[in-house]
C-alpha cells in the first residue's frame, strides 16, 4: 500500500480541502445531479448520478463523475463504482468525498425532507464494499435530498461479532454450517484464491442448499455462490416460497472474513431484517446490523 494511501484526514479537514476547491456539498451535489441525465438504464429506468472527490500527495484535488449503465441486468454498474473507477483509471489511489444524487426518487412534488427514505437513495451493497475500501474511513458520502453525511463504517459497518453464539445454534443450523464447510472445501479458486461456501435455511423446507465458488479465466465471470443458492432454490420451490421466507443464511470463509456488500444486498433483497447471517469463525448477526439503510427500490 502507498504511502498517499495511508494517509487520512480527518473530517473538518476534508471539508476545509473542499470548500477551498469549490467543491462546496451543494456543488457536489449539484454535479452528481447533472451527471445523471448521461443514465443508461434501459432495465431499472432509474438513473444515478455520482461525483467522487480524489486527492493526490500535495492535496490537489479532482472530480470524477459516473453514471448507472446497464448493458444487460447481469452487467450493470452503479454510478458510485464508475466514477470511483474512473478516479482509479486516472491514477489517484485515494478519495475523501463522494456525492451521489437519485433524482427520481426526489421527484415527487408532494416529498418533503422528512419524508425521504433514506433506503431509496442509499448506495447498494456493491457500492458500499467498494467505498468503503477507496474512500478515506473519515471521508465524506453525500446524498441528494439528505441532509446528514454519511462515512464508509456507517453504511457498512462491519461490526465485532460474538463468538460464543455459534455454540447456540440448533441441530438444524449445525448441519446447514457443516454444509457451508463442505461446499468451501469444494470450491474452485485457482486464480483468485477468493473462495467461500454458503447455505441456506428457507421456512417449510427441509432440504438445505448449498454452493460455492468456481473460478472464470476472466475472473469477472466466475460463479458467485449466494447467487447460485438463490437460482437452484427458486428453480426448485419458486420465489414465493424463498422471499421473506429465508430463515439463515451460513458462510465458510478460510479466515475470518465479513460477506462482501454485494452479498449483503441480495440477502437484504430476499431476506428479513430478522433473518440470522452465520459467519463460521466469527458469530451470529442480521442483515440489519449489517447493512443500515438497506437500498430498496
Same mark, same amino acid.
Not at 43 to 55: D, K, L, M, R, T
Not at 75 to 100: D, H, M, P, S, W
Not at 127 to 139: A, F, P, S
Given at each position: 500500500?502507498?504511502?498517499? /494511501? ?6 473538518? /479537514?476534508?471539508?476545509?480541502?473542499? +470548500?477551498?476547491?469549490?467543491l462546496?456539498?451543494? +456543488? ?11 443514465t ?11 461525483v ?22 447481469? =452487467? ?38 422528512? /419524508?425521504i ?9 456493491a ?7 477507496? =474512500? ?40 446447514? =454450517?457443516?454444509h ?5 472445501? +469444494? ?15 428457507? /421456512? ?14 476472466s !475472473?469477472?465471470?466466475? $460463479? ?5 443458492? !438463490? $437460482? ?15 430463515? $439463515? ?31 463460521? +469463525? ?7 446490523e ?8
Amino acid at each position: 500500500m502507498s504511502h498517499e /494511501e495511508t494517509i487520512s484526514y480527518k473530517e473538518k /479537514e476534508i471539508e476545509e480541502l473542499l +470548500n477551498n476547491s469549490n467543491l462546496s456539498y451543494d +456543488n457536489l451535489k449539484y454535479l452528481a445531479r447533472e451527471i445523471s441525465n448521461n443514465t443508461w438504464s434501459p432495465y431499472s429506468h432509474f438513473p444515478v448520478g455520482a461525483v467522487v472527490v480524489g486527492i493526490d500527495q500535495n492535496k490537489n484535488l479532482k472530480t470524477f463523475s459516473g453514471t448507472n449503465v446497464e448493458p444487460t441486468v447481469h =452487467l450493470t454498474q452503479c454510478a458510485e463504482r464508475v466514477a470511483i473507477y474512473n478516479g482509479i483509471t486516472a491514477g489517484f489511489k485515494k478519495f475523501i468525498a463522494i456525492a451521489i444524487s437519485v433524482p427520481k426518487a426526489l421527484d415527487s412534488k408532494n416529498i418533503n425532507q422528512a /419524508e425521504i427514505e433514506t433506503h431509496k437513495v442509499t448506495p447498494c451493497g456493491a457500492c458500499r464494499e467498494v467505498i468503503h475500501q477507496k =474512500l478515506d474511513h473519515k471521508g465524506i458520502i453525500l446524498i441528494d435530498g439528505i441532509q446528514r453525511t454519511f462515512t464508509p463504517k456507517e453504511l457498512l459497518p462491519n461490526p465485532i461479532l460474538d463468538q460464543s453464539k455459534l455454540r447456540g445454534l440448533t441441530i438444524e443450523e449445525m448441519d446447514a =454450517l457443516d454444509h457451508a464447510k463442505r461446499a468451501l472445501n +469444494n470450491a474452485y479458486t485457482p486464480f483468485s484464491n477468493y473462495k467461500y461456501g454458503v447455505s441456506i435455511l428457507i /421456512e417449510d423446507q427441509n432440504e438445505i442448499f448449498s454452493a460455492c465458488t468456481v473460478d472464470s479465466d476472466s !475472473f469477472g465471470c466466475s $460463479a458467485e455462490p449466494l447467487k447460485a443458492v !438463490f $437460482a437452484t432454490c427458486t428453480a426448485k420451490i419458486g420465489v414465493s416460497n424463498i422471499k421473506n421466507k429465508i430463515k $439463515a443464511i451460513f458462510f465458510s470463509f478460510p479466515f475470518v472474513k465479513y460477506p462482501s456488500g454485494d452479498l449483503l444486498q441480495l440477502i437484504s433483497d430476499y431476506g428479513k431484517k430478522e433473518t440470522r447471517i452465520i459467519i463460521d +469463525n466469527m458469530g451470529v448477526t442480521t442483515i440489519e446490523e449489517l447493512l443500515p439503510w438497506a437500498f430498496k427500490l
